[in-house]
């Protein structure tokens, strides 16, 4: 186990970020439940997309110590960077098949996603980004970059990682504290999970998600 993971190994809290908010009054749930990020979608083919007017008013309600994550995929340069121009984004979130270069050159940290397939899948992004700060951890699906609703087979994480894991995919109130105690990521991310419809969150869900995160660690 390299220095950085067992330092993080040690850290009993879970993050947690809630991905897919297209409204102000979702984003405040978030918030008030007590979650570290909130994730807005730059992707225009995904029902959770926003535009940059709706990411300016629901980056208004958030603040300071809750970080916006901006997802994109398969992006230009020039939408990420109209994107970091006109809404505050504190990370960068890239789902598609950008390259380090390509990751790295905003300015701003970022974290990769993986749709894992097979162990190596999570050993080889881990050189193949070195500048990333962690490795989203996705199912996979052909054709989908993401957002799948569905789970993976969480024993192809191998229990020793060089990046802090957000562990995604299929992850809801009802699966987060096994999928914590399998799997001890260094944050969770979950979308569709607390959703009573694509892009609308269902806020009983959010307290039920972020409260059985909570549970879980302190057990």
């Known amino acids: 186990m390299s220095q950085l993971q067992s330092h993080v190994s040690k850290m009993k ?4 970020k809630i991905c897919g908010i297209t409204r102000k009054e979702d984003a405040l749930e978030v918030v008030a439940a007590g979650a570290d990020a909130i994730g ?3 992707y225009e083919p995904s029902p959770r997309a926003v535009t940059l007017e709706m990411a300016k008013s629901i980056v208004e309600s958030v603040p300071a110590f809750v970080s916006v994550v901006g997802l994109f995929v398969n992006p230009s340069t020039k939408q990420v960077r109209d994107v970091l121009n006109g ?24 974290i990769k996603a993986i749709r894992v397939r097979q162990t190596s899948d999570v050993v080889a ?13 996705d199912s996979y699906k052909p054709g989908v970059p993401g957002g799948t ?11 020793s990682q ?14 987060i504290a096994i ?10 991310d979950v979308s569709g999970g607390v959703e009573r419809e694509k892009g609308i969150k269902d806020h009983s869900k959010i307290n039920k998600f972020i409260s059985e995160v909570y549970r879980r660690d302190r057990s």
Not at 13 to 16: A, C, D, V, Y
Not at 162 to 175: H, M, Q, V
Not at 179 to 188: G, H, K, N, R
């Open 162 to 175: 060089s990046k802090p894991i957000i562990l995604a995919g299929g992850l809801t109130p009802e699966n």
């Open 149 to 159: 609703g569905e789970t993976f087979d969480w024993s192809l994480i191998p229990a």
């Open 13 to 16: 809290r879970t993050r947690i």
């Open 40 to 42: 807005l979608v730059f």
């Open 125 to 137: 992004s881990s050189v193949r980004f070195p500048d990333a700060v962690g490795l989203l951890l």
């Open 87 to 110: 809404v505050r984004i504190d990370l960068l979130q890239f789902h598609g098949d950008e390259e380090s270069d390509f990751c790295g050159q905003f300015q701003r940290p970022y």
């Open 179 to 188: 999928a914590i105690e399998q799997v001890q990521p260094f944050a969770v």
